[in-house]
């Protein structure tokens, strides 16, 4: 581990404690406002010194816990999302035991309002350090200082994609310093000169031999060793062993959506489509309203998606497109002589590799059909397909017959589940990812799904709208 990683590992113990220590002196003078004294008058008398001299030791049980939740392992690029998840969980184990303590000790001062604004301070001023040294750490990042220094090992898409990202982004805190399509003699005999942190292999599953050369390499000189994980090995994450008839047996769960976990997630789709589908019912209004006084009836665009199971449905869409350009069963006639001159723009202006496509420049869409794309405004509708059991808030994009006609069979495993609106890969890449990366992602997202996951993915989705996006 790098000592600029390692020092920001160790700066983080010291953080917490003021963010903890902060959120007890603000808990305590939030109890004495007029506020809270109006809900209850204040029953103890002790004063603020007495008050973090006994508060000190509680603080130094919570920096243990956190040490138990793994907030402070050695991983330096951690999701952020997860830290949030053990901080929450930590802070209340933590509460749950103070609480306990004053039960059977009986303390005579009132707790109550202390124990529950210091749990909400106390997660607040902790996720706000964390956001502080990440932003420190990004800065310094950008600076050129602490970066790792990598070798890429792959000549494949996922190789370049890598290098371009970082590239574009010092903040992660990579910078390549050698990129080579294979690792052999002389890529050995080069790399032993560099002072390197870090392997990243690409497409390992090709380059078998490679792989293990490189991982050889890598424990011999003492430097971390990455390699991307194929689809069979993101299907594959998600084991279990069990015996069967006194033979060990290993089964690979489709996905974590089963039982309450599916149960778990309707509700939440309920709830959370119910909720944007009122709160955004007058943009509805006023976009049907604007789409009738441009191009007329209809509204509503319904395009025949694949979904859980391969089962075919409709989704609901604002048309953005002229109606003579609109294809499916809904414009009868016109829309198979439409979909004609769809295949016919797609021959010259797809810009997507693989089975889905996505044309350039694409002259059927409206003025104001260019706008609701550009914001996926023309989206809206299909939290009714969500409400409907169709879609799901999160999930894999549904695509159509025709692009699902041509998927390999390792990318029906997509079909686990209800697409969603948003998801994983909508969230890391838009419309920019190709077909494989978003079929990685999709499989990720199927085998690590839960609740705090959706969530995540469902507040990051509005600030994904406002980067550029290209109508159709």
Not at 266 to 291: E, N, Y
Not at 329 to 355: C, D, H, M, W, Y
């Amino acid at each position: 581990m790098k000592r600029f990683e390692l020092f920001f590992m160790v700066l983080q113990v010291p953080v917490d404690f003021i963010g903890l220590i902060l959120a007890a002196v603000c808990a305590y003078l939030l109890r004495f406002t007029e506020w809270a004294e109006r809900l209850r008058p204040v029953m103890f008398d002790m004063a603020l010194a007495e008050f973090l001299s006994r508060i000190f030791f509680v603080v130094i049980f919570w920096l243990v816990v956190f040490a138990f939740a793994g907030l402070y392992a050695p991983r330096p690029h951690r999701r952020f999302a997860n830290d949030i998840n053990r901080i929450i969980i930590a802070s209340s184990a933590v509460i749950g035991v103070v609480a306990v303590y004053l039960l059977f000790t009986q303390q005579s001062f009132d707790s109550r309002f202390l124990i529950a604004s210091s749990w909400i301070l106390a997660v607040f001023f902790v996720i706000l350090g964390r956001l502080i040294m990440r932003g420190l750490k990004g800065i310094l990042y950008r600076m050129g200082l602490g970066l790792r220094r990598v070798a890429v090992i792959g000549n494949d898409s996922i190789a370049t994609e890598l290098i371009g990202v970082f590239e574009r982004r010092p903040e992660l805190g990579y910078h390549v310093v050698k990129q080579y399509d294979t690792f052999n003699v002389e890529t050995r005999n080069a790399l032993s000169a560099e002072p390197l942190d870090e392997i990243i292999m690409t497409n390992p599953r090709a380059h078998e031999r490679d792989t293990l050369r490189a991982l050889e390499f890598a424990n011999q000189r003492h430097i971390g060793f990455k390699y991307s994980a194929d689809l069979f090995a993101t299907l594959s994450a998600n084991m279990s062993i069990h015996p069967l008839a006194g033979v060990p047996i290993i089964e690979i769960k489709k996905t974590r959506l089963e039982g309450w976990g599916r149960v778990v997630k309707r509700l939440f789709d309920v709830v959370f489509s119910l909720l944007v589908i009122i709160v955004l019912s007058p943009v509805m209004v006023i976009v049907a309203c604007v789409i009738l006084i441009e191009t007329g009836r209809p509204v509503i665009y319904k395009n025949e998606r694949v979904g859980v199971r391969s089962r075919h449905f409709f989704t609901f869409k604002f048309r953005s497109m002229h109606q003579k350009d609109s294809t499916g069963v809904q414009f009868g006639t016109e829309g198979k002589k439409a979909e004609q001159r769809e295949k016919n723009l797609i021959a010259k202006q797809n810009s997507k590799q693989g089975p889905i496509y996505k044309i350039a420049n694409d002259p059927r869409i409206t003025p104001f059909g260019r706008f609701l794309r550009r914001w996926s405004i023309d989206e809206i509708p299909q939290f009714f397909n969500v409400l409907h059991g169709e879609m799901s808030i999160v999930g894999p994009r549904p695509h159509q017959p025709r692009e699902v006609a041509g998927y390999a069979k390792e990318h029906t495993v997509v079909f686990a589940i209800k697409p969603g609106i948003t998801g994983l890969a909508q969230i890391s890449g838009r419309s920019d990812l190709s077909f494989e990366d978003e079929m990685r992602l999709d499989a990720l997202y199927i085998e690590k799904w839960s609740l705090w996951l959706d969530v995540i993915i469902s507040i990051k989705t509005p600030f994904i709208l406002f980067k550029k996006r290209k109508a159709l």
